[in-house]
Every structure is written in C-alpha cells, then in structure tokens.
T-cell receptor, first 116, second 112 residues
Framework: DAGVIQSPRHEVTEMGQEVTLRCKLI?????LFWYRQTMMRGLELLIY????????DSGMPEDRFSAKMPNASFSTLKIQPSEPRDSAVYFC??????????????FGPGTRLTVL | DQQVKQNSPSLSVQEGRISILNCDYT??????FLWYKKYPAEGPTFLIS?????DKNEDGRFTVFLNKSAKHLSLHIVPSQPGDSAVYFC???????????FGTGTRLTIIP
C-alpha cells in the first residue's frame, strides 16, 4: 500500500483565496483525521471521521474551515477565505478505527500551506 | 490550554549516549500514551506506546516510562544513533473522546 497520500505537498496562496487540501486514506481504514502543525501548538486535531461520518469537529478553528469525506477513501479540507494565520503544515492520518487506542494512526507527508 | 506539554523544544545528545525526552500532562483521565517520531518533510510515525496501567514499556532501544502520580512520561533511547535525529511528539488518548492530544514536540539531534 502507498500509505496515506496528500496533495498538494506545498501550497502558496494569497489572502482571501480558497484553498483545498486533499487526502487519500489507506485502503481498508475507516477513520480519518485532519491535523494542523504549528510551532506554538504542535499537532492539533481539527476534525475526525468514522466511516465517512464527522464525529468531532471541535478543533476546527472557524467557519472558514470545512472538511468532507465524499467517499470511504478520500477527504478534503477547505479553507475559504484563507488568512495568513492559516499558514501551517496540515496532516491527514488514517486508522482502522478511531475508538481503539491500540489502532495506530498512519500519517500522510503533509501539505505545507503558506498564505501571503 | 495545552493538556500535553513537552517543555524542551530541542535536545542534543552524543552518539552512543542515552537520550531522554520528557512529557508532562494535566488530564488524569488519559488512558494511553504514545510517542511519534517525525523526520523533515514526512508525517509522524508511531514509535512506542504505554497503557496507563503500566509504568514501563520497552521495545529494543526505546523505553517509555510513566509516572502517573507526577503526570509525567519519558522516552529513553539507548544507545542513541544518528538516525534517531528527528522531532518526537508525545501524545495521549482517553476512552472518553477517542482522539489523540499531541504535545508541541522536541527536536532531538544526535551528534556523531
């Protein structure tokens, strides 16, 4: 398996533009997590899904952020409109199931977002 | 408020010596603790974990110690190797909310 795939790897955009980050889960995994990494706060969980259903989006910073799972293997994280403070590395991760502590989360390589 | 804290942003250790990375937490409800390792331009990868009912877990060169009364855990790497140079994240999990809470990470540099 190719692992969790994220695209694009780097995104540079201007303030106010819409940004869409994409993630493909590992085949057979049922849970999907979106994280944001910053120097100040480390890895923050934004939202996670079980079987395509959003379970907890309490980490989504504002209404400008939205995430979807149109099917069992794919997810998008959209920021509209983007702001400079959104600049960070965004990771998605997948696991077989979210509710078991022993199910390892496998991370994608991340998308480095820069909003000018 | 950070529930999982890694107070040392960086650490340098001589090759062959012991590396000790520390992590403190505030939520006594955490049931499980994990360490992830991250190389530049890659996502974090799982390294080792420990249940809250244990105080030690060992896997090769890596040992995690948990002190519940102090709400503190540490990762020991012995002997340290150049390939261990990476950012290490501590994470905690509880059965109640099913999600990992990560610390801010510690950058470990192994000096040849």
């Amino acid at each position: 398996d190719a692992g969790v795939i994220q695209s694009p790897r780097h995104e540079v955009t201007e303030m106010g533009q819409e940004v869409t980050l994409r993630c493909k889960l590992i085949s057979g995994h049922n849970s999907l997590f979106w994280y944001r990494q910053t120097m100040m706060r480390g890895l923050e969980l934004l939202i996670y899904f079980n079987n395509n259903v959003p379970i907890d989006d309490s980490g989504m910073p504002e209404d400008r952020f939205s995430a979807k799972m149109p099917n069992a293997s794919f997810s998008t994280l959209k920021i509209q409109p983007s702001e400079p403070r959104d600049s960070a590395v965004y990771f998605c991760a997948s696991s077989f199931r979210a509710g078991a502590s022993t199910d390892t989360q496998y991370f994608g390589p991340g998308t480095r977002l820069t909003v000018l | 408020d950070q529930q999982v804290k890694q107070n040392s942003p960086s650490l340098s250790v001589q090759e062959g010596r012991i590396s000790i990375l520390n992590c403190d937490y505030t939520n006594s409800m955490f049931d499980y603790f994990l360490w992830y390792k991250k190389y530049p331009a890659e996502g974090p990868t799982f390294l080792i974990s420990i249940s809250s009912i244990k105080d030690k877990n060992e896997d090769g060169r890596f040992t995690v110690f948990l002190n519940k009364s102090a709400k503190h855990l540490s990762l020991h790497i012995v002997p340290s190797q150049p390939g261990d140079s990476a950012v290490y994240f501590c994470a905690a999990w509880n059965f109640g909310n099913e999600k990992l809470t990560f610390g801010t990470g510690t950058r470990l540099t192994i000096i040849p």
